[in-house]
């Protein structure tokens, strides 16, 4: 007998990325990291884009091998045109196509506004903001030229930006952050009505607390983590595993309906938790 799994097509997916190819920028460390091996062991051929820390790169460039796809690692700032017109070149070269684009690169530089200098202001907006602009352009671009392959997904291609929390919690003392992700926000919104029409899915992912080293300060001592985990319904700080999950799914067909929409991966961190005592 044919069970349910073997006899739908949509719920025998797995690996759900075959014969896909992705970009995951700054995917040397922490939530790029994590997503670029999750699509690997999904089955695409990843480029590892980073911009500092080649060794940890190459590391993932390993992992990823290790599952029988392609990968290789790019060092480039995503923020600076050129480099990222660059590293498309490559990837077309070597992979000769994309199929998902994973626009991950992000930073903090924290300061009360009143300390907050130019340059700071500037350089997250450049990589957070601008970064995804000029990464989605070139993943656009190709979709467009190449157009539909029915035999590799039901769109023509998938772009998923990283956003966060932030995109809709304001954040004292980090207003060059929030106002980045609030404009990832109406970047993704934006793109999606844009290149629906043209069969591009452009979603986001918006992760919560996750162990990673941009926000060490805010989980290495007990302390520290107790006073994180009130922020956090679920009472978890997230894995980077997490959100690859998430980003895997999003970009495959089980989700081919969905578009323009933020998946947040927070443990219920939007849920406005001081208001389950206070109000
Ligand atoms: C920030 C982290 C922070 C988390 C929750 C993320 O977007 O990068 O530093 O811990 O949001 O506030």
Redesign the pocket.
Known sequence: MTSRVDSDRRFVSLPLLRGQRALVTGANSGIGKATAIGLGRAGADVVVNYVVGREEADEVVKEIEGFGVRAFAHEADVSDEGQVVGMFARMFEEFGTIDVLVANAGL?RDAALTEMTVEQWHKVLDVNLTGQFLCAREAAKEFLRRGIVPEVSRAVGKIICMS???QIIP?SGHVN?AAS?GGVLMLMQTLAQELGPHGIRVNAVA???IRTP??RS?WDTPEAEADLLKLIPYRRVGDPEDIADAVTVLASDLMDYVVGTTLFVDGG?TLFPGFATGG
Request: charged share 5%.
């Open positions: 903090q966060s929390v932030h954040w952050y992700k992760p919560g607390a941009i926000n805010a961190m």
